[in-house]
């Protein structure tokens, strides 16, 4: 299975999806660019940042992934 395809179907499952968890859960290290796919092709993806602390203790932006409702019963039928 490829990398965007773990991406796509973790997705799928109504998850959502950072740099930190596509590495630890499925491996990916550039997300960013699977996204960028998944979206050419067509896939609705909604990005949202989300403020988390760094390991300095630092406030930080990280971008979040995710399948809206909508998209999500589309892919149940």
């Known amino acids: 299975m490829s990398q965007k395809d773990r991406v796509l179907q973790y997705l799928k ?3 959502v999806l950072n740099r930190l968890n596509a ?3 499925l491996g990916v290290i550039e ?3 699977r996204i960028s796919e998944l979206r050419h092709e067509g ?3 909604q990005t949202t940042m989300k403020q988390v602390l ?3 203790g630092e406030q930080v932006r990280i971008a ?3 399948m809206p409702w909508q998209e999500l019963l589309r892919h149940e039928g």
């Open 64 to 66: 979040e992934w995710f």
């Open 43 to 45: 896939h609705d993806i």
């Open 54 to 56: 760094n390991r300095y």
């Open 23 to 25: 590495w630890d859960e």
């Open 31 to 33: 997300a960013p660019a």
């Open 13 to 15: 499952q109504g998850k």
